[in-house]
């Protein structure tokens, strides 16, 4: 939720703002909004698939510094979408903008995008930390604010919704919160967190004192995620404004509203504006709807605090489920999407950075989502009787079809051939076994390979890239799957303390890739072939935790940092080997042999020998060489054509269908480019000329 332009003006609006030594005191926080201003904030890695290990870090020295200054959290997420789709425009919105955002960073220039892991990594970082948070059936900022007043503390957010509840103690907006610099009280010694509070009395005192039931009227006039009423029905609000510039529309209808006594004198004096009676219904609405929306009652959340029960007063389609599952969903140990699939038989698809002249990275992972589709809508036989006739087995998934949020209707799989009985009332009764071969069916494992030595923490990893490799299209190539596997050994030793002075030592050379943002450039392929790996990971999880997790939950900060591994695809590609990367180390090229021979296990023989090379970069010669500056020009002319065509052969996949045959997996015409060759790559006789050669890892 958000009142759009809000957050500026009271930034700017003198003394609306009040400074606060902050300290000794319950907080309740906006999980949703705190995670997207620690990524996005310190400036971490976005173009590369995300860095969560320093994500980690920031997240650890946050609750760190709430720790030293005597502060208890209690972090608020946000669960599924609201059932009653009047937020769902504002949904879509955001959606494709997203898109637009991801695609900025695609091609290099200024944009945002989270990593696809990061709620599941930051609720598991909470759970690490021992800090108390729940997961909301939908959005949370009502909730937030609900339980900020029954336990009269204060609320901390960046959400411009929260300058209209009234809270009790007041808001904190993160923007003015400075957490990372700890003060202390010199007479003391107590330790305090330096922020402003925001106070609904003392907007509406500056406002010729404004009633404070007046607020909500404002906020939808203004236009927030549930109505966006158009200004050309409404008045000129700057008329009555008082401060000039950009914020004018905003000062003027506050001081427009300080007139009236209530809200329905307020609703009253505009429709008399409103010619148009259609027009005049639809505000009506709006204005009424906007009043119930930021009306608080006792919260509906508290009682989990403080017992572990879960949610109450629970929307209609959800009031049956199962208690182990609204207590999953609600310690954030099960996927929010489950819920939309349940209420909406809907869910949007988050995209990162990839390729986007090809179709979305999220078209690989399908078939996973399908399988939970399927056992999230499965009835329960016992319930036939009630069940209707023709039961909805359909999910419509809405994701990037191009540039263009575009949605598809996606058949769920019910896996009755494993089980005729996998349903949510007795899943957890479903013998582990049973669960697992579920999974493994989903991610068309054939068999999983006990015998061979991986880490209970890497064995989720193996499966999904087992998967990966199989159904990623284009094809993930040799040194995508090197740097990948030398990735999950790099991480499962330094996570371990036994293990993580063999990477001080030994892997020094590796240590220092985590520092190369700079200097690593984004390539498309890279991003593509590794957005579809976190997408599948990503689906992975959701199905497992769904399953009680048949398959041991790694630690997800450990299994993917881009920037690293972007960094070893670049020594792959000039020619050095994965073993010779961990040659320090005895124990992980050990671990990096028994990833690869297990992950091989379930390839044909023809794949496993097209990963076994890598096109090797060769670098120019620093020899000077006398010759003919026209041999210069044609051997230039010759390697740019060969270069074209190494990209042509990454992007002939018009009109191809994916290994699965899903359709979708079509680029759009106008982005395939025609080009004539005038000579073939085979007439190069001169191996100078020659842009790679072949070296086998």
Known sequence: MGVK????????????LKPRRFRNSLLVIDGSNLYYNLYFRTGLDQAHGGEYRAFEKEVSKFFNNLKLCEIKPYVVLDGGDDISNKKFETLKSRAEDRIKRTDALSRGRSGECLPILIKNVFKQLLRKLDVPLIQCIAEADWEIAALANEWECSVLSNDSDFYIFDLKKGFLPLSEFEWRRVRTIKKTGERFIQTKCFNVSRLCTKMNHMKKNLLPIFATLLGNDYANLKKTILPNWTKFALCPGGTGRIDGLLRWLSGFRSPQDAIRALLIQIKDPEDSITVSQALNQGLKEYKLTPSTIAKFFMSGDPQSKLPKPLQNLPQWFLKGIAEGKLNSILLDVLTL?????????????RSSSNLTSRPIRQVFYGIMLAPNP??????????????????REGLRLDSSTVVANLPSQITPDLHLDTLLEV??????????DALRISQAPDHLHIPPGLQLALYVTCYWIKHAEPEPKPEFFGALLVGLVYGELSRDPVTEKVVTSGL????NFKSQKEKTRLD????????????????????????????PEPEYTWLYSGVFLYSVVQELRRGITPDSLLAGAPDAVNLYHNLRNAVEQQLSEEVIQRLGVVVKQVQPSKRPVHHDPMDDLAKGYERLLLEEEEEDEDLQI????????NPGDEIYDQTCTSRTRHRKRSG??????????????
């Not at 809907?346 to 995209?351: I, K, M």
């Not at 582990?432 to 071969?437: D, G, P, W």
């Not at 392929?525 to 957005?531: D, I, L, N, Q, R």
Request: hydrophobic fraction near 30%.
């Open 5 to 16: 332009g809000l957050k500026s003006y009271i930034e700017n609006g003198g003394d609306v």
């Open 684 to 697: 190069t006789k001169d191996p100078k000329s020659k842009k790679y050669e072949r070296v086998w890892v």
């Open 524 to 551: 498309l392929g890279v991003a593509h072939a590794y957005s579809q790996w976190q997408c599948i990971m990503r689906d992975s999880i959701c199905l497992n935790q769904l399953l009680d997790n048949p398959v």
């Open 654 to 661: 018009k009109g191809k269908k994916g290994k699965d045959g």
């Open 382 to 399: 016992q319930n036939a009787r009630r069940a209707p006739a023709r039961p909805r087995f359909e999910v419509e998934e809405y994701d």
């Open 508 to 511: 020094k050379r590796l240590k």
């Open 431 to 440: 013998p582990h076994h049973v669960r697992l071969q579920v999974f493994l």
């Open 345 to 357: 038989h809907r869910v949007t698809l988050n995209c990162s950075v990839q390729d986007f002249r």
